[in-house]
């Protein structure tokens, strides 16, 4: 992962240019990491020996239980970094334990608490190292848990949106930067009208909205044919 990284930091910052075409052979040369076997009934779990897998204490309702066991299962003693493939621990379990003092390892847990609820209501990484990121929300968040947000994503945009009832019902981008935006569709590949300061509408479709933005500027994207005033919890500016 580091070579494409170094290639594409050093594009953005304009130095290094005659490294980049080394990186890149040692990139394109390099052996493919082996897969650790897993041992034949073990439980998922990223964290080795002290990570436990067995049954959570509270019962998921409803649809989609297995993820919602992330948040409610709470007796592995990892954190909850649960990005693809990781398994950490859970959301309730993440607190700090009086028994191993202030400032001891379960600080990290609450990091880890912080870092698990915003890659699943938000996430914007590069598909590949190096790549544009991409925003996509209520990645894995449950659909049938209403929840709203407003946190950072990479390229310095400020992003807000709300999901009720399995729903995605708008998404507000603030440009700190002025970079172009890229988002993956939360209607699908349904048509989208988007709104500028001047509440001048614009349309776009597609799996993938990307637009231009710039500077300090605000935009708020909804499903084609809503209005920002038919958002009950937020008005316009």
Known sequence: MIFPLAIRASEILGVD???????????ENLVTMPETPRRSGASRGGYGAFVYGGPGAIEPLGTEPELKSMFLNFNRTGGFIDTTGIGGAQIFR??????????????????GLASGIHSSL???ASELPGKEPVIQLFSAWP???????????????????????????????????????????????????LFRAD?????????????????????????SGTQLSQLDHRKAN
Request: charged share 30%; hydrophobic share 40%; glycine share 8%.
């Open 17 to 27: 240019a005659d490294l980049r075409l080394l990186w890149k052979e040692i990139k």
């Open 94 to 111: 993440n607190r700090l334990r009086l028994r191993e003092g202030p400032g001891a390892i379960d600080a990290e847990h609450i990091g």
């Open 122 to 124: 938000l996430t914007n």
């Open 143 to 193: 659909k049938d848990w209403d929840a709203e947000f407003r946190l950072l994503a990479r390229d310095g945009f400020l992003v807000s949106s709300s999901q009720r009832k399995g729903r995605v019902e708008f998404v507000e981008v603030i440009s700190q930067c002025g970079r172009e935006c890229r988002i993956l569709n939360p209607w699908t590949d349904a048509k989208v009208s």
């Open 199 to 223: 509440n001048k509408e614009e349309h776009l479709d597609g799996s993938l909205l990307m637009f231009p933005t710039q500077q300090g500027e605000r935009v708020v994207i909804v499903p």
